[in-house]
């Protein structure tokens, strides 16, 4: 083993500014809060991006610090971020001289009071382990990203993939890139271009579509001599901050290299803005199209407005209503957040019938509660391990789970939010997703790593949601205007807006 120390950290999350639940401790601690060697049980083996490091790492002496994650909700309070924070620092300063540092980080964090709280975070850490520790991060292709994270460190790693499913890929590339810098001491040079564009993420999946074409001009641009890495950011648009949007980051090994090639990938991406625009048919539309189209295999309605990745509360009641109407052996909802729903069902046991109150709790303005009389069929702890590529092999946990019958329709309902993005979500319980014919998902676009193989088609529908795919429908006050497409812009690359980071 070598004598460098590397120091490992993990501050995780994606918050709504239009989202009524703010995000508390509790929900990290819920999710994931780990401090020192508690990190190589929940991350070792994992397809994340921690997962990546502690591979990379294993010549090397590793220093755990903290890692804190929560599933993306609504703005993180003050006191949830100052905690982790404190936590962070603590480590820090009890972990000894460091040779560098990795962290993943999500880059859509919002806090009380603190517009740009990665680029926060990172000063802390600098003022901490001082300017010459080389410090490598991992981002989200989500990630509304501040020049002002470049001051901290030019290694910033974007995922290049949605579903995400090259986490663990960028975390091995921000060690590999960390390691070469601690060896060799390498001087990267990063250059940034924030385009003034909110982009709905639905039409972002890169399998497809305008941001594949993206992503292949990134991966064609790190072919070129002295381009190190490239990152495209589709931003967040649900975080009303003023560096939301949609950014370019390109790290090289000298500062022109990097500004040319940042330039042009900057207007690549502007001139194809439109195509990520795209109108969604209602529930009923998506309803009906699902009945018109034979199909071997499942067909998905994707409920992409109520997503609980992109901080849907879970529990909007629209689609749900629309698929009890229908009442058609062969269908199955879920997962629906309702622990109230469950408790009930817990207390009537499996093979009887309870009256429920269906979702519309957290978010009733969106849907109110569905009265119902349902058969417990199946309950659970609500704990499995993703099978899928999407987070492979990470334990979740969704905090209880009933499995009930309303008509013909099968419905699962889980303790807490969870997007529907692996199928042992219903399977752990004892639902075969694989032999539905339609399907009602509360997920978007990472689930269909997993589900993409079972199902036979998707059809995302525009039900109401914090999540909406129509961006005009909230009242942003700190996003930077004009933005496209929320008014017509004209993009100058070299412009430079001045913005506040804080309240
Ligand atoms: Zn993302």
Redesign the pocket.
Known sequence: MSSYRIGIAFFYH?SHSFSPLKTEIEHFVQEGYFVGTEIYKAYSGTKTEVGGFLDVLKQVEIVPLVCAAAVPSGIVSSEAYHIIEKQMLHSLTHAGPLDGLLIAL?GAMVVEHLFDPEAHLLSQIRSCIGSDVPIATTL???ANISEDMLTYTPLHFG?KT?P?VDMYEQGVNAARALLTQVKESAIYYASFKKMPMLLP?INMRTAEGPMKKMIDLAKQAEQEADVYNVSIFGG?PYSDIPIAGASVLVTALNPETAEKTAKKLASQFWSIKEEFIVDLPTVEEGLQTALKRSSEQPIVLADIADNPLSCGSGDTTELLEYMLKLNMPGTLFGGLYDPESIKQCVQAGVGNYVSLSLGGKVSPEFGKPVEVEAKVIGLSEGEFYNSGPFNQHLKVNVKGAAHIRVGELDILLIGRPVSANDPELFRHIGIEPETKKIIGLKAKNHFRAAFEPLVGSIIYVDAPGVASNRLTTFKYQHIPKPIWPLQDVKYESEKRRKEKWMH
């Open positions: 994606e999500h989200d292709m989500h995922f949605y995400h993420s967040f």
